[in-house]
């Protein structure tokens, strides 16, 4: 067993917190872009079905990748080995870009 001098925190607090916020993160995102659906839905059907058939998904793909970063962070910080890639944060990165060009070619549109 390991002493606290070793191990001054909790190994598995950080990562879950890590986890719990990246998982608001995607239901911001969920919850935003539904609101986006309905005022682009005012003026354009079509733009809002695809800005929801692309952006929603994003958000449960983030959902799943947090999910699958605290299960190899968990094995990680208990094997003493590197931590995970950054496909999360590229992943939100990517899909905040989307939301913000689909918005401006909505204000410009409209």
């Known amino acids: 067993m390991r002493s606290e001098a070793e191990n001054p925190w909790d ?3 950080q990562n879950e917190r890590t986890t719990l916020a ?3 993160t ?3 995102f969920v ?3 539904l ?3 309905r ?3 005012h003026s354009s059907t079509t733009l809002a079905i695809v800005f929801a058939a692309v952006t929603l998904p994003l958000a449960v793909v983030i959902t799943w990748l947090a999910w699958r970063r605290y299960r190899r962070g968990q094995h990680r910080l208990h094997g003493r080995s590197p931590l995970p890639d950054g496909a999360l944060p590229g992943a939100v990165a990517a899909l ?3 939301v913000g060009i689909i918005g401006i070619v ?3 549109l409209s």
């Open 11 to 13: 190994i598995g607090l």
């Open 22 to 24: 990246w998982s608001r």
């Open 26 to 28: 995607a239901l911001s």
């Open 31 to 33: 919850v935003g872009g």
């Open 35 to 37: 609101v986006v659906v």
């Open 39 to 41: 005022f682009i839905a």
């Open 96 to 98: 905040a870009v989307l």
């Open 106 to 108: 909505y204000v410009l």
